[in-house]
T-cell receptor
Framework: NAGVTQTPKFRVLKTGQSMTLLCAQDMNHEYMYWYRQDPGMGLRLIHYSVGEGTTAKGEVPDGYNVSRLKKQNFLLGLESAAPSQTSVYFC??????????FGPGTRLTVL | SQQGEEDPQALSIQEGENATMNCSYKTSINNLQWYRQNSGRGLVHLILIRSNEREKHSGRLRVTLDTSKKSSSLLITASRAADTASYFC???????????FGKGTLLTVNP
């Protein structure tokens, strides 16, 4: 099993550009999450999903959109990237009230 | 906003010594989890303790939970250089599937 995978691993964008981060899990988890990690800030929840076709806002959702068209995939979109979105992005998945399994992260720089 | 706050922010010990990290939180929880993050990698789940449990063990890890003081501690016994990492506590609240992470403790184990 691959667990949780993220694509791409690194990306550099210019301000105003758009991109989509892909998260895939092969553990049949219902719940999936997108976090961002910034120095000194820990992890902050951007959006999450409790099942295929559902999404919900987390702590810092502004500037991001998500979609969960298939149970195994959770996409995070940036429509118009801003320097404040420079961060490391982590995807995770889990069963209800259980351990979360994290992907390796995507390091995004917005110039 | 961060729910859990780890203490200390950084800890440096010698191989073979024990390492203790603490986590305090503010609101009632259903469970508390500890994660490890090696530099440049995703988070790895270590242990989950439910609100009705007081202590839990896993290998060289011992976690305690005091809901009256809203605090938890993670003890790593006989530390190894490979234990060098950041350690995060995460609290699960009413929704159970969402976690709120602290900012982490950076543990350095010197060989």
């Amino acid at each position: 099993n691959a667990g949780v995978t993220q694509t791409p691993k690194f990306r550099v964008l210019k301000t105003g550009q758009s991109m989509t981060l892909l998260c895939a899990q092969d553990m049949n988890h219902e719940y999936m999450y997108w976090y961002r990690q910034d120095p000194g800030m820990g992890l902050r929840l951007i959006h999450y999903s409790v099942g295929e076709g559902t999404t919900a806002k987390g702590e810092v959702p502004d500037g991001y959109n998500v979609s969960r068209l298939k149970k195994q995939n959770f996409l995070l979109g940036l429509e118009s990237a801003a320097p404040s979105q420079t961060s490391v992005y982590f995807c995770a998945s889990s069963y209800w009230a259980a351990a979360q399994y994290f992907g390796p992260g995507t390091r995004l720089t917005v110039l | 906003s961060q729910q859990g706050e780890e203490d200390p922010q950084a800890l440096s010990i010698q191989e073979g010594e024990n390492a203790t990290m603490n986590c305090s939180y503010k609101t009632s929880i259903n469970n508390l989890q500890w994660y490890r993050q090696n530099s440049g990698r995703g988070l790895v789940h270590l242990i989950l303790i439910r609100s009705n449990e007081r202590e839990k063990h896993s290998g060289r890890l011992r976690v305690t939970l005091d809901t009256s003081k809203k605090s938890s501690s993670l003890l790593i016994t006989a530390s190894r250089a490979a234990d060098t990492a950041s350690y995060f506590c995460a609290t699960g609240g009413g929704s159970n599937y969402k976690l709120t992470f602290g900012k982490g403790t950076l543990l350095t184990v010197n060989p």
